[in-house]
């Protein structure tokens, strides 16, 4: 059974800094690429980050210069350090994994930035 455990959520001022984490465990294949997508209240699920195996990195444009992805040596884990955070970056933040044709999704943690 995969399954994807998100850690590191939380309450932080503007400005401050918090970082998210990943385990990925259940999978047998490789994983191609993980990452990172969040959710707003009303509004899409919409990518954050992402690595691929390679170690090549895409993030949205609002996080650029302020968010950094990375994978953990062992290539199941993913983590986001999220500096400078701005109450836009409220949300719902979920750990995503794609491998062969498939993906996979963790139940998401909360990131809320106050002003």
């Known amino acids: 059974q995969v399954q994807l455990v998100e850690s590191g959520g939380g309450l932080v001022q503007a400005g401050g800094s918090l970082g998210l984490s990943c385990a990925a465990s259940?999978?047998?294949?490789?994983?191609?690429?993980m990452g990172w997508y969040r959710q707003a209240p009303g509004k899409q699920r919409d990518m954050v980050a992402i690595?691929?195996?390679?170690?090549?990195?895409n993030y949205a444009e609002s996080v650029t210069g302020r968010f950094t992805i990375s994978r953990g040596s062992a290539k199941n884990t993913v983590y986001l350090q999220m500096n400078s955070l701005k109450p836009e970056d409220t949300a719902v933040y979920y750990c995503?994994?794609?491998?062969?044709?498939?993906?996979?999704w963790g139940q998401g943690t909360q990131v809320t930035v106050s002003s």
């Open positions: 690595i691929t195996s390679s170690g090549n990195t």
């Open positions: 995503y994994v794609h491998y062969v044709n498939r993906v996979a």
């Open positions: 259940g999978i047998t294949f490789s994983i191609n690429t």
